[in-house]
């Protein structure tokens, strides 16, 4: 297989496939990249277009999408019949504009979205998204895995930058609650203060009630329908502000518990106050419900 790019992470995706025991070739605009990757046993080439004939699945890992077309273009007779995996990070608008031109080229697309940072590459517990060729995809799984969980998700190939953005949005939003309520317990916890890694092991634990929640709000959003059941959005109100005077006492200003008690206030104040906490979404949409 073809890795094109070595920067860090392009160098990292190259090893996990040289310790899955498949033959690479790699390639950079700076030559002289490989390092260790030739003592691993890559093969580095001078051009791109030699690092493409050397395999059918070439794998492209550079800093834009502008980058990747300033390299397949000179090249695009070579890609013909070969599967391109593209693991740049870039919007959905570049991720179909690239797609559209490499199925011209008359071969297959996947874009891929790497879930984790170079040291979580081949670690089976972090995500690689794929959306594009699903012949592609079901093609190439068994060498893709050797850089973590490869997922599938769909033959639009914006699929994997729009899950992307929604996922960091998962992210940022646990980590500055988790961070937020570090800062909580810490202030004021029994006995002296209380550390991050205590707390932590009993969030960790919560996180599984969390998650319940998720997955039965998940289908009120599909619906429509947000019954509130035993924890609706008027009961949520009242514990937001515990939360909120909380952390006013104990000089914790993250601005989260305003923003959340201002986003439930506005959908009480709709008339939802007995529909559940998956209400918001409608408030969160651009419309604002």
């Given at each position: 297989m073809t890795v094109?790019?070595?920067?860090?992470?392009?160098?990292?995706?190259?090893?996990?496939?040289?310790?899955?025991?498949?033959?690479?070739?790699?390639?950079?605009?700076?030559?002289?990249?490989?390092g260790n990757l030739a003592v691993r046993g890559a093969a580095e080439v001078a051009l791109a277009a030699e690092a493409v004939d050397a395999s059918p699945l070439v794998v492209v890992c550079l800093a834009t999408y502008e980058a990747v077309h300033e390299v397949l273009v000179p090249i695009a007779d070579q890609l013909v019949g070969r599967t391109v995996v593209n693991l740049t990070s870039g919007s959905p608008v570049h991720a179909r504009e690239t797609a559209a031109w490499v199925e011209?080229?008359?071969?297959?697309?996947?874009?891929?979205?790497?879930?984790?940072v170079p040291s979580g590459i081949g670690n089976q517990d972090f995500l690689l998204l794929y959306a594009g060729s699903q012949a592609a995809f079901d093609g190439s799984r068994g060498i893709l895995v050797a850089l973590g969980h490869p997922v599938y998700l769909g033959a639009d190939a914006a699929l994997a930058s729009v899950y992307d953005t929604a996922l960091l949005s998962l992210m940022w939003g646990t980590l500055t609650g988790w961070l937020h309520g570090v800062a909580l317990i810490g202030a004021d916890g029994p006995g002296g203060n209380v550390t991050a890694t205590t707390y932590t092991t009993v969030a960790d634990r919560w996180?599984?009630?969390?998650?319940?929640?998720?997955?039965?709000?998940?289908?009120?959003?599909?619906?429509?329908q947000y019954p509130g059941g035993e924890f609706t959005l008027e009961l949520h109100q009242k514990t937001m502000d515990i939360l909120a005077h909380a952390s006013e006492l104990r000089g914790v200003a993250s601005g989260l518990p305003e923003l959340v008690k201002e986003l439930t206030g506005r959908a009480i104040a709709a008339g939802h106050g007995n529909d559940s906490y998956a209400r918001l979404v409608e408030f969160i949409r651009r419309d604002g419900g």
């Open positions: 094109l790019g070595l920067g860090p992470m392009g160098t990292t995706l190259a090893k996990a496939f040289l310790t899955a025991g498949h033959r690479t070739t790699v390639w950079n605009r700076t030559p002289g990249r490989a011209r080229q008359g071969a297959d697309y996947l874009d891929g979205v790497i879930m984790t996180m599984k009630t969390v998650r319940a929640f998720m997955r039965s709000y998940a289908p009120q959003v599909d619906s429509g």
